[in-house]
């Protein structure tokens, strides 16, 4: 028998972060029962509920809540003030720092590589960074938070790559640097061509094997019972009210 294992869309709420002096719109996908963890997604698109919903609901399918807000336009240090008011958000949602991934494209990924030198993070991904605007950051901070950086080989500036990553390569944090061959800037966009079609895919492979990999999990309450009941005693109740 035919199963349908499709799971249901979900839209992205529409809200309004006020965050380094001006206000943002942002979306976001809340999850009921114990979330894996929680992505922060900057994307392109001035319209963070149609720019993000594609990835926010492929973040749901691996137990990811998630909040978006648009990069565009924002110069520097408004992105900073921008994820630094996205990142404070979500704790008040109840989500230490550990538990977070920042994930973002074009100037998201360098203001979330740029966000790794605090520390602050499980773990962040840039897609299609300028690689200019990464080789300075990474000069200037070595990120201290896991960053996964993917670029297409023909953008302008990937004759950067290997200065790039010998700079990554040499930071407190675990970062890795993927360009793609045969592609521009634009190959997570996903389109007909097969070569574009297979960076578009693996790209969000690794977008989600690097969170999964890296971002702390929410323990389960069952997981948090057997550790009381590691260091205390066996007279610890499970969930249910019974003492196991």
């Known amino acids: 028998m035919d199963l349908d294992v499709t ?13 380094g002096g001006r206000e943002h719109a942002t979306a976001s996908i809340r999850l009921g029962g114990v979330p894996r963890g929680v992505a922060v997604l ?7 509920v149609r720019g993000a919903s594609e990835p926010m609901n492929a973040l749901v399918e691996h137990g990811f809540e998630s909040l978006a807000a648009s990069v565009a336009g924002l110069e520097a240090l408004a992105c900073d003030r921008l994820v630094a008011g996205l990142l ?11 538990q977070v991934g920042l994930v973002g494209w074009g100037r998201g990924g360098t203001a979330a590589l ?16 300028a690689l200019a ?15 996964l950086g993917m670029v297409g080989e023909l953008a ?16 407190p944090a675990f970062t890795q640097l993927v360009v793609y061959p045969g592609v521009g800037p634009d190959f997570h966009r996903d389109a007909a061509p097969a070569l ?27 997981a948090e019972l057997w550790e009381l009941r590691q260091h205390h005693s066996s007279d610890v109740p ?6 196991r």
């Open 7 to 19: 799971l249901p869309r979900i839209e992205p709420a529409p809200a309004v972060l006020a965050a």
């Open 42 to 48: 900057l994307v392109e698109d001035h319209d963070p």
């Open 88 to 98: 404070e958000e979500v704790t008040t949602w109840d989500w230490s720092p550990e």
């Open 114 to 129: 740029h966000r790794c030198a605090t520390g602050d993070l499980g773990a962040a991904v840039g897609i299609s960074p």
């Open 133 to 147: 605007d990464v080789r300075e950051i990474a000069c200037a901070d070595a990120p201290r938070s896991p960053w």
């Open 156 to 171: 302008p500036d990937t004759g950067l790559a290997e200065e790039v990553g010998s700079l990554l390569d040499g930071a």
């Open 196 to 222: 574009v079609h297979a960076a578009a895919f693996d790209c969000w492979q690794r977008v989600v094997e690097w969170l999964n990999v890296r971002v702390s999990p929410r323990p389960t309450p069952y």
């Open 238 to 243: 499970t969930p249910e009210g019974t003492p």
